[in-house]
C-alpha cells in the first residue's frame, strides 16, 4: 500500500536522523557531517537492512544563504538536478503514484556507472518543514542495463527548515548499497570511509 509505505518512510527518516549515537566525522566550511551504523535487524517500510548494514548512514546540515521555497525547489524540478548533484548525467520520472510520490530512474557517468531507481515522497510537517524522503524499487520500466551497477538505498531524506533573515537549514540522510565491488567486506570499507569525505 503506497500510502503506509510513504509513512513508514517519513516515520523512518525522522527517527534515524534524530536517533543518538551518530558519530562526527568532519566539520568545515559550515557543513557538519556524521555516520552511524544501523542495527542489521532494522526494518524500514518492512524491508530489512540485509547486507546492506555494512554501510554506515551519513547524515550533514548545514545553513544555506537560500530562502526555504528556492532551496526546496531544487528537489521537485528534475532539470535542476545538476545544480547539486555534479554525479548525476540522467533523470527521469517512471510515474506519478500519487500527488507527492513518484518513482525516478537516473544514473551516474563514467567511470562509476551506476544507476538507481528510487520512490521519491514530498511531505510537509508542521511549522511548514519540508521533508523529501527516498528509497530504492523496483519497475517494469527500468530493467537493469548492461554496464550498470544498480545501486539499493534503504532510506534517504532531505529536510528543509525556514530560519529567520530568509536562510535555511537544511539536512540530509543516506543509507545506501552501491552494490557491485562495493558490497564485498573490503569494498564496504573503502566505502565508508568514502562516503563521509566527499
Known amino acids: 500500500?503506497?500510502?503506509?509505505?510513504?509513512?513508514?518512510?517519513?516515520?523512518?527518516?525522522?527517527?534515524?536522523?534524530?536517533?543518538?549515537?551518530?558519530?562526527?566525522?568532519?566539520?568545515?566550511?559550515?557543513?557538519?557531517?556524521?555516520?552511524?551504523?544501523?542495527p542489521g535487524d532494522t526494518k524500514i517500510a518492512g524491508e530489512g537492512l540485509g547486507r546492506s548494514a555494512q554501510f554506515a548512514a551519513v547524515k550533514a546540515r548545514a545553513v544555506l544563504n537560500a530562502p526555504l521555497d528556492e532551496v526546496y525547489s531544487l528537489f521537485t524540478d528534475n532539470s535542476r538536478v545538476s545544480e547539486y548533484n555534479e554525479y548525476c548525467k540522467e533523470i527521469l520520472d517512471l510515474e506519478w503514484?500519487?500527488?507527492?510520490?513518484k518513482v525516478t530512474y537516473s544514473s551516474t557517468g563514467r567511470p562509476w556507472c551506476r544507476d538507481f531507481v528510487t520512490r521519491v515522497h514530498y511531505k510537509t510537517l508542521p511549522d511548514d518543514v519540508r521533508l523529501v524522503v527516498n528509497r530504492?524499487?523496483?519497475?517494469?520500466?527500468?530493467?537493469?542495463?548492461?554496464?550498470?551497477?544498480?545501486?539499493?538505498?534503504?532510506?534517504?531524506?532531505?529536510?528543509?527548515?525556514?530560519?529567520?533573515?530568509?536562510k535555511t537549514e537544511f539536512t540530509m540522510m543516506t543509507h545506501v548499497n552501491p552494490g557491485g565491488m562495493a558490497n564485498t567486506g573490503f569494498g564496504?570499507?573503502?566505502?565508508?570511509?568514502?562516503?563521509?569525505?566527499?
Open 97 to 101: 503514484i500519487d500527488e507527492n510520490t
Open 136 to 166: 530504492a524499487e523496483d519497475h517494469t520500466l527500468a530493467p537493469r542495463k548492461k554496464g550498470y551497477t544498480r545501486m539499493g538505498m534503504s532510506i534517504g531524506a532531505n529536510m528543509m527548515r525556514q530560519l529567520p533573515g530568509g
Open 188 to 198: 564496504a570499507m573503502v566505502t565508508n570511509r568514502l562516503s563521509t569525505e566527499s
Open 1 to 38: 500500500d503506497a500510502v503506509w509505505v510513504n509513512e513508514q518512510l517519513v516515520s523512518s527518516a525522522l527517527a534515524i536522523t534524530e536517533q543518538d549515537g551518530w558519530e562526527a566525522v568532519s566539520s568545515a566550511d559550515g557543513i557538519e557531517v556524521w555516520r552511524k551504523y544501523l
